[in-house]
């Protein structure tokens, strides 16, 4: 089955107002950055956002921010967005903040079919407020749901018309859970390959958890933070 759409507005084009999407990537790397911009030409409103991080105040997620189209954020990261702090402050957004190795294994959760799991993380904080809580080897442990959603963006280094994917370096964080943890998930590729060109055992996402598959025509390869030292 050929999964390859012509351009990213055709692959959104499918996601209604209200949508839950995963994003991939960590700060400005494996982001699905072609398809966040069409996202945000095609106008689609109170969306609920589950990434990583907030991106930046004019790149990543932040053009949806500035233009309200998230009605709320799940992230484990957001300090770099001086909108998201605005909103936030404001009480204009809903935030649920998740540790970050919650966070994946959440959806990796979602991924395998599992109905929940413990953790240490978080327990005696705020984050444990009324969830179940349990004891075990003398350490206190409490239950995490699964974390799913309607749509994931995902990008990949490469990919071939199957939907196989494979992710480069840092871009392997997130992306790979968040392909199985949706039930509609949208890849966008730096390069399109045909099937049988990638090794089957160098593939991170096998193209079964994959619906369609863009190629992205430029990447910027942004930094997130530039520091200096004269």
Same mark, same amino acid.
């Given at each position: 089955?050929?999964?390859? =759409? ?8 499918v996601? @209604? ?14 982001? @699905?950055?072609? =398809? ?41 990261? &957001? ?10 402050l404001?009480?204009?957004?809903e &935030?649920?903040? &998740? @540790?970050?190795?919650?966070f ?9 079919g ?20 349990? &004891? ?25 018309? =199957?939907g196989? =994917?494979?992710?480069r ?5 997130f992306? @790979? ?50 520091v200096?030292?004269?």
């Open positions: 089955m050929n999964k390859v =759409l012509a351009s990213a507005d055709e692959a959104v084009a996601i @209604p107002d209200g949508a839950t999407i995963m994003m991939g990537g960590f700060g400005l790397c494996g982001i @699905p950055e072609h =398809l966040i911009a069409a996202l945000h030409r095609r106008g689609t409103k109170n969306l609920t956002i589950v990434s990583n991080n907030a991106g930046i105040d004019q790149f990543g997620v932040g053009p949806l921010l500035h233009s309200r189209r998230i009605r709320k954020m799940i992230a484990t990261y &957001v300090g770099e967005n001086k909108e998201f702090e605005r909103q936030f404001a009480k204009e957004i &935030v649920e903040l &998740v @540790p970050q190795g919650t994946s294994e959440r959806m990796r959760a979602a991924g395998a599992i109905g929940g799991f413990f953790t240490p993380t978080g327990a005696g904080t705020l984050i444990a407020e009324g969830k179940e809580s349990r &004891v075990i080897n003398g350490r206190t442990y409490i239950l995490e749901a699964p974390l799913d959603a309607d749509f994931a963006f995902v990008k990949a280094w490469k990919g071939d018309r =199957l196989n =994917l494979v992710y370096k840092t871009s392997r964080n992306n @790979p859970m968040m392909a199985t943890a949706a039930r509609h998930t949208i890849a966008e590729v730096e390069q399109l390959v045909e099937p049988g060109a990638i090794e089957p055992d160098a593939v991170h996402t096998p193209g079964i958890f994959v619906k369609r598959i863009v190629q992205g025509p430029a990447y910027e390869k942004r930094i997130e933070k530039k200096t030292r004269g």
